[in-house]
């Protein structure tokens, strides 16, 4: 195996390492740390000046110019980065870099056309959008993403709660009103109309609620419980929202069959753009078409079908209607004009 492959992995993990609050990461850690996934690898191992070279290198400008801290404990010294948020993944990509990520997005693209990869396509091409790699020397696509989106810092820490199984204490807050704490067992990171929320196990709520799903942007702080054994969750995360529409989890609520008719040409940009994998065109006429959908009705699901109701009736069920145009009445009366 190449060695700088082999010192790319090492860098990750002494850059996991200098990162971890929760350990105190002595020399022979940090080379037990990288042999352990260095073994996992290719099974290979290096010695302790290897990785004394690596944090030399590392602390180059060249190397990332990463800011570590060496402190003494008796007369052994540890390793740590004197900014915890610090990481050398966070970096400008080098050349070299982009080279690599270059013909890797060329060995990607040789499964471009096999069933079931048609999000591959998407992905390979907001990564050569994104990193301009080939002759482009503009961005061709745009992407939406909310870059100010307040809570993205706790992503990648939460993200590293979640592969490690560690609890997490959360800082949080509703809106207009102040924050608590809340104690979480870490499961998934799920995207939702470009916020990214936490789902997880809640102890002090879990005899009503059997997962909790919770906003980044409403996180004030966050903390990791070494200590508190982690609760792991034995079922398929994702069979939880198939039967809804966002994040809003309904539990012991039962599928409902729902039947609406939108007329033309909101019906095509609807049957273009399914609001649920449910979805089924019933009937085809030539002013409107009639759709179904069976699924648990929630608050997002709600608004989609507000977003098109000036040109959709929702025929059944009725107390789906009755929500709807309640929450139009509001918008009546919010919105016009005395």
Same mark, same amino acid.
């Given at each position: ?7 790319? !992995? ?8 200098? #990162?971890? *609050? ?24 290096? &010695? ?33 980065? &004197?900014? #915890? ?9 080098? =050349? &070299? @870099?982009?080279?690599? $990520?270059?013909?890797?997005? /060329? ?6 056309? $096999?069933?079931? /990869? ?18 482009? +020397? ?26 490690? /199984? ?16 809340? !104690? ?17 196990? @809640? ?15 409403? !996180? ?11 609760? *792991? ?19 012991? @609520? ?29 009937? #085809? ?32 069920? =009725? ?13 009546? +009366?919010?919105?016009?004009? /005395?």
């Amino acid at each position: 195996m190449a060695q700088g492959k082999n010192a790319y !992995i090492r860098y990750k993990v002494l850059d996991r390492c200098f #990162r971890d *609050s929760r350990k105190r990461y002595y020399m022979e850690d940090l080379v037990e740390a990288c042999n352990e996934a260095l073994y996992n690898y290719d099974g290979s191992s290096v &010695s302790d000046r290897t990785i004394r070279e690596d944090i030399h290198f590392m602390q180059r400008q060249a190397g990332g110019g990463i800011p570590l801290e060496k402190k003494y404990e008796g007369h052994k010294a540890y390793y740590s980065y &004197s900014d #915890r948020n610090f990481s050398i993944q966070n970096l400008p990509m080098s =050349q &070299s @870099e982009a080279e690599m $990520l270059s013909d890797t997005i /060329q060995m990607l693209s040789r499964f471009k056309g $096999l069933p079931n /990869q048609e999000w591959l396509n998407a992905t390979l091409v907001q990564m050569k959008s994104t990193f301009n790699i080939g002759q482009a +020397k503009a961005s061709y696509v745009s992407f939406s993403q909310n870059e100010d989106l307040k809570g993205l810092k706790y992503f990648t820490p939460l993200y590293e709660a979640i592969a490690s /199984q560690h609890v997490v204490s959360l800082e949080y807050h509703q809106f207009g009103r102040p924050s608590y704490n809340r !104690i979480i067992h870490p499961y998934q990171l799920r995207q939702y109309n470009n916020r990214w929320f936490l789902v997880g196990w @809640e102890p002090a709520v879990a005899a009503k609620i059997p997962l909790v799903v919770i906003p980044l942007d409403r !996180i004030d702080d966050y903390r990791i419980l070494d200590k508190e054994h982690f609760v *792991s969750y034995q079922e398929d995360i994702d069979e939880c929202f198939k039967d809804i529409v966002g994040v809003s989890l309904r539990f012991n @609520e039962p599928c409902q069959h729902i039947v609406f008719k939108a007329y033309h040409p909101i019906s095509s940009y609807i049957e273009t753009k399914p609001i649920h994998h449910s979805q089924w065109v019933v009937e #085809r006429h030539e002013e409107y078409n009639i759709f179904s959908l069976d699924l648990i009705p929630n608050y997002e699901f709600e608004t989609i079908m507000l977003s098109y109701v000036d040109n959709c009736e929702v025929l059944e069920p =009725q107390d789906l209607k009755e929500s709807l145009v309640k929450r139009a009445k509001n918008i009546i +009366k919010f919105n016009v004009t /005395q």
